[in-house]
């Protein structure tokens, strides 16, 4: 079955960094693109990045626009999201999943980004 887990997030002073990665099973990883989401308290889930099959084509949503890098590594099934210049405002749980609308049901447990000082 689809399982997808997250790691790397934690406790960051404003202007910091973090790498979060996520390694996925069950799927054929490598032909599908990829993405990265998060929720903050009491929002929606929202779209952060998305990575395609082959790695050389990515996009961002305005909000992680020129901080946020996204990448993936097919031979270790993981995509990572590479964070600069973090913001309390990216506080949130972070998930990685297939872009919409093909998102798998069984979203992993997600790893806490927390930006404070």
């Known amino acids: 079955q689809v399982q997808l887990v997250e790691s790397g997030g934690g406790l960051v002073q404003p202007g910091g960094s973090l790498r979060l990665s996520c390694k996925a099973s069950?799927?054929?990883?490598?032909?599908?693109?990829m993405s990265w989401y998060r929720q903050a308290p009491g929002r929606e889930r929202e779209l952060v990045a998305t990575?395609?099959?082959?790695?050389?084509?990515?996009n961002y949503a305005d909000s992680a626009k020129g901080r946020f890098t996204i990448s993936r590594d097919n031979a270790k099934n993981t995509v990572y999201l590479q964070m600069n210049s973090l913001k309390p405002e990216d506080t949130a749980v972070y998930y990685c999943?297939?872009?919409?609308?093909?998102?798998?049901?069984?979203w992993g447990q997600g790893t806490q980004v927390t930006v404070s000082s």
């Open positions: 999943n297939r872009p919409p609308p093909h998102q798998y049901n069984s």
């Open positions: 069950g799927f054929a990883f490598s032909v599908y693109a």
């Open positions: 990575v395609l099959y082959s790695g050389d084509i990515s």
